[in-house]
Nanobody, 123 residues
Framework: QMQLVESGGGLVQAGDSLRVSCAAS????????MGWFRQASGKEREFVAA????????LYADSVKGRFTISRDNAKNTVYLQMNSLKPEDTAVYFC????????????????WGQGTQVTVSS
């Protein structure tokens, strides 16, 4: 089964930018839709963004539209989340996940999950 490992989290100030990455093992990466999610302390995990296998379809949560960009590099088995204009409310553990089909609407119903990377935005 494909395994996912997130990296790139850290402590930044409000207004800064940060890019997190998710590296996948296995040859099937290019066939999966990929997503980014986050979970703040004491809150439920929420959808952030998703991208289909080719990068031709993308979904964003309303809270990150215009600030975050999801992308993927199938040659590198990696999906990225570029986060700009970060706010303290973006503080959370960020997870990537994979599923065999691209969702039509935002959802956390993905099949394979990474372990997450912490992003902390100070005010």
């Amino acid at each position: 089964q494909m395994q996912l490992v997130e990296s790139g989290g850290g402590l930044v100030q409000a207004g800064d930018s940060l890019r997190v990455s998710c590296a996948a093992s296995g040859r099937a990466f290019s066939t999966y839709a990929m997503g980014w999610f986050r979970q703040a302390s004491g809150k439920e995990r929420e959808f952030v963004a998703a991208i289909n296998w080719s990068g031709g379809r993308i979904l964003y949560a309303d809270s990150v539209k215009g600030r975050f960009t999801i992308s993927r590099d199938n040659a590198k088995n990696t999906v990225y989340l570029q986060m700009n204009s970060l706010k303290p409310e973006d503080t959370a553990v960020y997870f990537c996940a994979a599923r065999t089909s691209m969702p039509v609407v935002p959802t956390t119903r993905f099949d394979i999950w990474g372990q997450g990377t912490q992003v902390t935005v100070s005010s």
